[in-house]
């Protein structure tokens, strides 16, 4: 195609980067995909965007903007900025209806003579009809004015309400082979739990393309991760025969972002457990969330990733909220010698009551009328294992009773390791 004068055009055959004209680079994003694709900067209706350039699309830029295409649809698209911008569509020639009344391309505001606007002011448009047929027909006449609301006025002038700008950028809809998607399990919720792995299997027994949304993905310089749809992803693995799956291709400024991205999403749809919540808050640099990792692992402790404590190892807390809320009554130090004392009283144990038995232990360490000594308040904590602990909480009631009740049995044990 003849370029017109200010344009300049480049075919994508795939070519190396490097081999890529300079006006071209300074309109890319990133770097190409190994099918031959890459993001593109360009303008639509004045607002900046990201387009996808495929292999075989042609990319042009005129006054300064690039723009992509499929060559049979460049000339064309070319064509319609000339107009926009040259005011050509008010001098579009006018059409000419059968009955000799000129026909515009839009309607004149301030021209009420066609059927439209006759039937709303209660007006039969002239036609031809028999005498017989014209009395059957006969409007009866209206006898209440109309509402105002039924007014030409009314339908015409709408109120407009300004919205925000869009946050971010749109994103590129692409196809990829399910060995391409990562996941990133610094903020991803586990799926190896029971009821993942049923939703799992359920998928890819009963797949069906129509129940397929896209998949939600961060394109990062190390590959695609997914955001939204590891089960979809999972269940493709599973099975095996699924070439592709479509995607909604996003870029972010960081995995921080990402992680927020990830929460967000979650949150507008249905609640996450309180771990996926804190995982995914720890990705994103929450102060507090990091603060009670730091804590947590300084002790030699782990945070789990499953809410279920069937599942949890020897050492791994999944009483997070508690640890928060401890730190919220008592401070840090509190908060940090309760979890120095379990970790002493309970190595290599499954902490299956850690939440209450923590609970208990930062209480009568923070209460400054025992004047709390730790070693002795670790002997008391001692007085059961895991287990046990599991079985004294079992008897009682639960809930502010339950608490009470595992306190005063500290207390206890506290005294009479000091008389000891």
């Keep these: 195609m003849t370029e017109p004068l200010g344009v300049r055009s480049w075919l994508n055959k795939g070519q190396p980067k490097s081999t890529w004209p300079g006006w071209l680079l300074a309109h890319t994003v990133g770097r190409p995909d190994p099918n031959g694709s890459f993001l593109l900067k360009t303008m639509i209706d004045d607002r900046q965007m990201q387009a996808r350039v495929l292999k075989g699309y042609i990319v042009v830029e005129r006054k300064g903007v690039a723009y992509t295409r499929h060559p049979e649809e460049m000339r064309a698209f070319l064509a319609e900025l000339d107009e926009k911008e040259s005011g050509a569509?008010?001098?579009?020639?006018?059409?000419?209806a059968a009955d000799g009344r000129a026909v515009a391309d839009v309607a004149d505001l301030t021209d009420d003579t066609d059927d439209i606007s006759l039937r709303m002011r209660g007006v039969e448009p002239p036609v031809q009809m028999s005498e017989s047929f014209r009395a059957s027909t006969t409007q009866k006449p209206q006898k209440s004015a109309a509402k105002p609301c039924e007014s030409l006025a009314m339908v015409t002038t709408p109120n407009r309400r300004k919205f925000a700008p869009p946050k971010g950028m749109p994103p590129s809809i692409e196809m990829r082979h399910p060995g391409e998607l990562k996941i990133d399990d610094?903020?991803?919720?586990?799926?190896?739990?029971?009821?993942?792995?049923?939703?799992?299997?359920?998928i890819a027994n009963e797949w069906d393309w129509r129940m397929c949304l896209p998949l939600v993905v961060s394109k990062r310089a190390d590959g695609f991760y997914v955001i939204d749809g590891q089960h979809r992803l999972a269940a493709t693995k599973l099975r095996g025969d699924i070439p592709y799956l479509p995607?909604?291709?996003?870029v972010f400024d960081s995995v921080a972002e990402e992680a927020a991205m990830f929460?967000?999403?979650?949150?507008?749809?249905?609640?996450?457990?309180?771990?996926d919540d804190f995982h995914a808050a720890q990705a994103?640099?929450?102060?507090?969330?990091?603060?009670?990792?730091?804590?947590?692992?300084?002790?030699?402790?782990t945070v789990s990733r499953k809410t279920g404590s069937g599942a949890w190892a020897?050492?791994?807390?999944?009483?997070?909220?508690?640890i928060a809320k401890a730190r919220r009554r008592y401070g840090d130090d509190v908060a940090r010698g309760a979890l120095e004392i379990m970790s002493e009283a309970f190595a290599g144990q499954r902490l299956v009551v850690g939440s209450p038995v923590f609970t208990a232990v930062a209480s009568v360490l923070a209460d400054k009328s025992f004047g709390a000594d730790k070693s002795r308040l670790l002997a008391a904590v001692r007085t059961f294992d895991m287990a046990g602990w599991a079985s004294l909480i079992g008897e009682c009631k639960g809930g502010t009773d339950r608490n009470r009740h595992?306190?005063?049995f500290l207390v206890t044990a506290y005294s009479e390791a000091g008389a000891a």
Excluded: H
């Excluded at 995607?247 to 996003?250: E, K, L, P, R």
């Excluded at 994103?284 to 402790?301: P, R, S, Y």
């Excluded at 020897?314 to 508690?322: H, I, L, R, Y």
């Design 89 to 96: 569509y008010g001098l579009l020639p006018k059409g000419t």
């Design 186 to 202: 610094s903020y991803q919720r586990s799926i190896d739990t029971g009821p993942s792995r049923a939703l799992i299997s359920k």
């Design 247 to 250: 995607c909604c291709v996003f």
């Design 263 to 275: 929460v967000a999403m979650n949150r507008s749809r249905r609640a996450i457990n309180r771990l």
């Design 284 to 301: 994103g640099g929450d102060a507090d969330v990091l603060a009670i990792t730091a804590m947590i692992e300084g002790v030699g402790f």
């Design 314 to 322: 020897p050492g791994e807390v999944a009483f997070t909220s508690a």
């Design 406 to 408: 595992l306190r005063d």
